[in-house]
């Protein structure tokens, strides 16, 4: 389950740094998560880093990439080229 960042974005700039993966990037108007290298912070912490300091609460599971623990780690492993 990668995550996304919603409308209520109001960039302060504290997640970007956060995201062990640099999943997150500045887009157009808000930050944005892309999806294929968010892990939810799975292999790295237990629970997502950019969720954790976010002060809107603007960041939940994105419904159009929804992965188990496992396919997570998988994908954690193939980032950070872990066997």
Do not use: F, R, W
């Amino acid at each position: 389950m990668a995550l996304i960042i919603t409308d209520d974005c109001i960039n302060c700039d504290v997640c970007e740094p956060e995201c062990p993966n640099s999943a997150i990037s500045q887009g157009e108007e808000i930050y944005e998560i892309d999806p294929n290298l968010c892990t939810e912070c799975v292999g790295h912490y237990d629970e997502p880093q950019c969720v954790e300091v976010c002060p809107v609460d603007c960041i939940p599971v994105d419904p159009n990439h929804i992965e188990s623990k496992e396919e997570l780690m998988e994908k954690y492993k193939i980032i950070s080229g872990v066997a």
